[in-house]
């Protein structure tokens, strides 16, 4: 019997539906972590399975029934639960490569957002061109920049 048993806490074979339109079945009890009561399954061994033990908060319960071991014994064997497995992201994306192709594809690519499309420098003579009065020099076909 556990300590929550000998302390007048629920221990029972039981059938528990959680929202989500789940449902579990085994021993089930009480168990308090960090000051945090908590709804206990121990799942029976079932078919080469090993036993297994769930914990859930109590707000994800939406009922209880209590039953005979058989019947739950049964009822997790047609449910088939997992076991709770660590969650790990997968491995993340190869760097790209240093390939100097790729790498003068990416700069291009970010280059051309932030070009003017205007010249900015005299085709004839070589000059800056001036935003508002074209070629410093006075080349014809340039002094509209």
Not at 19 to 26: D, L, P, V
Not at 61 to 79: D, K
Not at 106 to 135: A, F, N, S
């Amino acid at each position: 019997m556990t300590q929550e048993a000998q302390t007048g806490g629920f221990e029972q074979w039981a059938i528990v539906e959680l929202f989500g339109h789940q449902r579990i079945a085994g021993r089930v009890s009480e168990q308090v972590i960090a000051g945090t009561g908590f709804v206990r399954v121990d799942v029976p061994p079932i078919d080469g399975r090993g036993e297994m033990t769930r914990l859930f908060g109590t707000s994800a319960v939406y009922s209880i029934t209590p039953t005979t071991r058989e019947l739950a014994e049964r009822t997790a064997r047609g449910l088939s639960p997992a076991p709770i497995r660590r969650y790990e992201l997968p491995p993340a994306h190869p760097a790209p490569p240093d390939d100097e192709r790729y790498l003068a594809a990416v700069e291009d690519r970010d280059d051309d957002e932030d070009e003017d499309p205007r010249p900015t420098i005299c085709q004839d003579c070589g000059e800056d061109l001036d935003p508002v009065d074209g070629c410093p020099n006075g080349c014809g076909e340039n002094d509209d920049a």
